[in-house]
């Protein structure tokens, strides 16, 4: 005879939403990041194509975007 008392259901998988992919990049964190960018471009003396100047912020939200999320993932058991 089989005792099933010990067996367990394996956990279900959770469906990730949008947000939570959102909430991975540390928006908060990114958003002062981009701020610092915005202020560095507008300090700098001479001119620089709006096109580059967009391109080169819309780069550093995501390498902050990227850092956060690679410091939850390897921070996670520590951060929680």
Known sequence: MTDHSEIKAA???TVAQPEDYFQLLK???????VFTAI???VAAPGDINPFL??????CIAVGAGAAGALNM???GETDA
């Open 11 to 13: 956990p279900s998988p």
């Open 27 to 33: 928006p908060r964190v990114m958003s002062l990041v």
């Open 39 to 41: 202020t560095g471009l």
């Open 53 to 58: 100047a967009a391109i080169a912020v819309l």
């Open 73 to 75: 993932a390897l921070e």
